[in-house]
């Protein structure tokens, strides 16, 4: 009872007083659909640029495939229970309006969204919630935008749904939620003209004012530290540059602005992005993420360059994002990703893994150390597993998480990073860091870490400083990594393209099965070497060596 009470403690004093109160005025508000006819749509607009094309999701007339699962119109109507509420919510984005090829299903999609008016009577059921209501209205009007016939019924209903989100605005969860809130009012407020719809954009430029600021970090990257997250918020601002180009002549001095800082950010973000994916072209998994989600950094990329995007190229063997915590190592066709970050903003950390000090590594374009991935929100013992720090490339003390990640998506005690270093020793870059999240612990453990990487190798240095009784060190390593040998602390692997061979300075290293979640609903056998770190007195060390070489 105390242990729980201490929980709730350690994750509410982080809480913003409007996230409090906004969470119970949320609760107890019930406010009316308002059914009035629609503003007339705005005229005299530019040019709308493709924007980034993501896989279909619409396989057939009321048939999905969505975050691997099939489901249809027929079995499930718009609420099945037999799906997971991420599902759900899944199947009222309507992202398929804008996948590839699209406009091959442009008459399943017209019969999809008078089916969604006809069926989703306003403000009831998932499909009004605020999330999915605003992600919903960037769909339908880019559609439209596309140059697509939006039936007159879904005008009027797509009026009724930014009525609606005005009043149910996520305030008290802010962070991406707020943000999908404030860009669905600025594309309806573009779209419809007149004074409603004005207000409508003030609303959500005002919103973005302040969230584009604190939430896009000065080196580009997202708050929240999810690569996946990132590429989701580089795709909405993107989206809001095109729109807002689009209506730039229907733009006050305000908007503008706004227009123009959005722009200025862009940069960076693709810069942050293309540092936190793999040689293969996919996003690292840190924190919650997963491929398939957000459209591909190629995807994003792309579409930056038709709106005229000048990106920020990356340079040098070494780039160090200091403002997310974010550590990329480039030697030829080997990529090291390190990270040394918080786990997220202190009063947002719903994304966040247990994953302080973790680390993914590509060989000859290849994935080969790697962090577990995310398969599933929700709540439940498997979502617990994937956030927690045994599922990641680093150390656990004592079977404890780095951070007290719990109930899906909330946080404790959070560990920090501190003393950290990149630098160039020699022909060998070496960074360092530490944490402090194991100091609630009784022996209050403090774990360091050094990587030192050189052309053909990787060492590992990990330190335990404080007492404690048991720890070790995770290396997850790719489903197509299979081990040829182990033989106490040696051993050797074999990848597609390259043979590794690795050793340890501490003795009963183990190879255990393992679990792989590149995307949500799919998992992938693994295998994991452990490393044990036996205390010596009040301190505990280990060296992880890899060597590497073409196969």
């Known amino acids: 009872m105390i242990r729980q009470a201490m929980l709730y403690w350690h994750t509410l004093r982080h ?38 094309e993501t896989a279909p999701s619409l396989v057939g007339p009321g048939q999905f495939v969505l975050l691997d699962q099939p489901g249809s119109l027929a079995e499930l109507g718009w609420d099945g229970s037999q799906r997971d509420k991420l599902w759900r919510y899944n199947q009222h984005y309507f ?7 699209a406009g ?43 140059g697509n016939a939006l039936p007159a019924a879904c005008v009027r209903s797509l009026a009724v749904q930014a009525r609606w989100l005005t009043g149910r605005l996520e305030t008290h969860l802010l962070g991406n939620h707020l943000f999908a809130n404030a860009k669905a009012l600025v594309f309806a407020g573009l779209y ?30 997202h708050f929240e530290r999810s690569p996946m997250y990132h590429a989701l918020a580089l795709e909405d601002m993107l989206d809001l540059c095109n729109v807002g180009s689009a209506y730039i002549s229907k733009l006050d001095d305000f908007g503008r602005h706004q227009l123009e800082q959005w722009q200025a950010r862009l940069p960076l973000m693709c810069a942050w992005l293309n540092a936190m994916s793999h040689p293969d072209g996919e996003i690292a998994l840190f924190n919650d993420a997963a491929l398939g989600v957000a459209p591909s950094p190629q995807q994003l990329n792309d579409y930056a360059d038709r709106l005229g995007i000048s990106k920020h190229h990356i340079s040098g063997q070494v780039f160090y994002m200091e403002d997310s915590g974010y550590v990329r190592i480039s030697l030829n066709d ?16 719903a994304h966040a893994h247990a994953d302080t000090l973790s680390f993914e590594l590509s060989l000859s374009g290849e994935r080969t150390i ?26 656990q003390i004592d079977g404890e998480n780095s951070s007290e990640v719990w109930a899906g998506f909330r946080v404790g005690r959070r560990a920090r990073t501190f003393d950290v270093s990149v630098r160039q020793d020699g022909d060998a870059v070496v960074v360092d860091a530490a944490h402090d999240g194991y100091k609630r612990l009784p022996g209050r453990p403090v774990h360091r870490r050094q990587w030192r990487i050189r052309r053909g190798s990787l060492e590992v240095n990990d330190s335990i400083e404080g007492r404690y009784t048991s720890a070790v060190a995770r290396f997850h390593m790719h489903p197509d990594v299979k081990t040829l040998a182990c033989e106490n602390n040696d051993g050797e692997s074999r990848s597609g393209q390259s043979k590794i061979q690795w050793a340890s300075s501490a003795s009963g290293v183990r190879i255990r099965p393992g679990v792989w979640h590149p995307k949500f609903g799919v998992e992938e056998p693994n295998e994991c070497i452990e490393v044990p770190i036996d205390p010596v007195g009040d301190q505990g060390t280990t060296r992880f060596l890899l060597r590497w070489e073409r196969a």
């Open 334 to 349: 080997v990529v090291l990703l390190i990270d040394v970050a918080p786990v997220g903003p202190d009063y947002l950390p």
């Open 370 to 395: 790697v962090n577990g991935g995310t398969s599933r929100y929700g709540r439940g013992p498997l979502r617990e597993a994937e956030r927690g720090t045994a599922a990641h490339s680093t150390v």
């Open 15 to 52: 809480l913003r007083p409007v996230q409090i109160y906004g969470r119970l005025w949320f609760r107890v508000s019930r406010p009316k659909p308002d059914l009035s006819p629609p503003p007339n749509l705005r005229r005299g607009r530019g040019a709308w640029l493709a924007p980034a």
């Open 104 to 146: 091959r299903r442009a008459t399943w999609h017209r019969e999809l969204l008078l089916d969604w008016v006809d069926q989703n009577p306003p403000g009831t059921g998932t499909g009004w919630e605020p999330y999915p209501t605003s992600l919903r209205m960037v769909n339908w009007i880019k559609w439209a935008l596309a």
């Open 95 to 101: 992202h398929d309006l804008n996948a590839r090829n």
């Open 192 to 221: 419809f003209e007149g004074l409603e719809a004005d207000r409508w954009l003030r609303l959500g430029l005002d919103i973005l004012d302040r969230e584009v600021p604190e939430q896009i970090l000065a080196d580009g990257g």
